[in-house]
């Protein structure tokens, strides 16, 4: 039996179980619907789901989210977006409370992937709480070589600095933790790899192969990222460098604007 269970959202019956049916896993299972009433009811059996996959027309209804803020308060969510979706649509999922996004068409490996992290990066940590009126300031430096798997290692570490001195909530370490997974992500990815955004777009088994085979060759392959982190009782400051080529900043589009 799975020890966990994620709640699949959408509007088409159909679409939720080809989602659910590509998203499941040995560590969870995944439960499709497609109302509101469902939900509820999926979040008040004795095994709440961990997390929630949901369409992005469904996370826009005020009453979806505020069921699941009254049924299960700091739920981690991401939401399935649309080929096409601007920038600004997805920033505002962000905005609206969702801890990520992925496009609903996405691999099954990558739905997984993305699953596997946010679940993990929201378990809760019995971390030293009563060593917390004792710390001051600390800093840490980390060099990684080019392998996604460490991630979610210092994501986590980065969680707990924030639990451990009190600086965020439950919800905003996970937010927190989503930032940095996906800034050290295109660090390794993008800049040491070199590996290109489109190619990520189509979320297909070249883009997974493509990273293996430039983790494994010059000159990536001694290429590293460096990650530090600097804390204290009021702040975390996280710089992340990588050894790519670097890119022309004032080629990008203002996601903001």
Known sequence: MAAARVLVLDTDQDRAADIASRARSDQWDTVPVTGIEAAKKVLGDPMPPALVLVERSMWADPGLRSMLTSEEPGLPVIVLTEDGDSPQAVIQQLHLGAMSYIPRNAAARKLVEAVQTIITLSLRSP???????????????????????????????????????????????????????????????????????????????????????????????????????????????????????????????????
Do not use: C, W
Request: charged share 30%; no cysteine.
């Open 127 to 257: 971390y030293r709480e009563r060593v917390r009126e004792y710390l001051r300031s600390g800093s840490i430096e980390l060099e990684l070589g080019n392998d996604p798997a460490l991630i979610p290692l210092i994501v986590g570490y980065a969680q707990r600095v924030l639990e451990d001195y009190g600086l965020s909530s439950r919800r905003e370490q996970s937010r927190v933790g989503v930032a940095i997974a996906e800034a050290i992500s295109n660090a390794m990815i993008h800049g040491n790899l070199e590996v290109s955004s489109e190619l990520r777009q189509t979320m297909s088994d070249a883009y997974f192969e493509e990273i293996e085979k430039r983790r494994k060759s010059e000159p990536y392959l001694s290429r590293v990222v460096q990650v530090a982190l600097r804390f204290s009782q009021s702040s975390l400051t996280v710089t992340i460098r990588d050894q790519g080529k670097g890119f022309d900043r004032s080629a990008l589009a203002d996601p903001t604007s």
